[in-house]
């Protein structure tokens, strides 16, 4: 029999989309606020209605059949369509409003976006943000973009050819050195003659092909997982490191930073998906990030 799409209904569609998100019936039900039978009949009514079956569900919890996951991206669009809709007749009333989802990596959700939301924030006030796990790598930040868990993502570029990406802002990689009396910079024989703490695999995938590039191999004494953890031990004088910038801030005591005896820097910029990125709400405060930013770089 062909899908029966006058019975597809958004619950449905929510519902499904949500379970896939939440990984179980009973983390959907949480996040919709429901109980666990209702999203458990919205689900089976939408499969009954197509005539497939989209999840296969175990003690593991639920997961989608092949066919699933096709469906679930046509899903997010129909319900982006309609999100877009409603908040081009919000915009007719002159009024912008709902939820904005960010995935972010640290140092951006950090340093970077709370001055933008504030700001975006003051000129539309029922517009609110949620901000995901901010303890993301860029690659993270893509896949929560690409299932629409997130509409909008900030990382360093390139992004996944799925999505869009915008460039915001170059972001510089500093040494990480402790905080004693010195007149120049530190050159690459003198930053391998010290314990090397490497970061986050990110940083790390840059900054030691580009130390072996220029003839200094860096052999790393420590790795270790956060910012904070690599910039205390360098306080601690354990070692040198190196970080971005961004992520460089606030700088703890004991810490100073200098250029790196080469320069390296990282693209860090925004990306979503195309359907996300005509969405009223996210078009807005897209150009108002990319409008900040190179104001920033301006000044």
Known sequence: MPPDLSRVTLVQLRAFLTVLEAGSFGEAALRLEVTQSSVSYAVAELERAL???LLERGRQGARPTSLGERVASHARAMLAALEAAAQEVEL????????????????????????????????????????????????????LVLSGQADLGLASLPTAPELLGWELLRDEFLLLWPDEPRHAAPGWPEVQGRPFIAGAADCARRILPHAQQHGYPLQPAYVVPEDSVMMSMVAHGMG?????????????????????????????GVMAAPHAARLPLVAAFLQHLRVACRTLLEA
């Open 92 to 143: 007719e009333a002159g009024t912008l409003r709902g939820t904005l989802r960010i995935a972010s990596i640290r140092s951006a959700a950090t340093v970077l976006l709370p001055p933008l939301m504030h700001a975006f924030g003051q000129g539309h006030p029922q517009v609110r943000f949620e901000l995901l796990n901010i303890d993301r790598t860029p690659e993270q930040v893509d896949t």
């Open 51 to 53: 005539g497939a079956r």
């Open 240 to 268: 040198v490191g190196v970080l971005p910038a961004l992520a460089a801030q606030p700088l703890p005591p004991g810490v100073r930073t200098w250029p790196l005896p080469t320069p390296l820097w990282r693209s860090l």
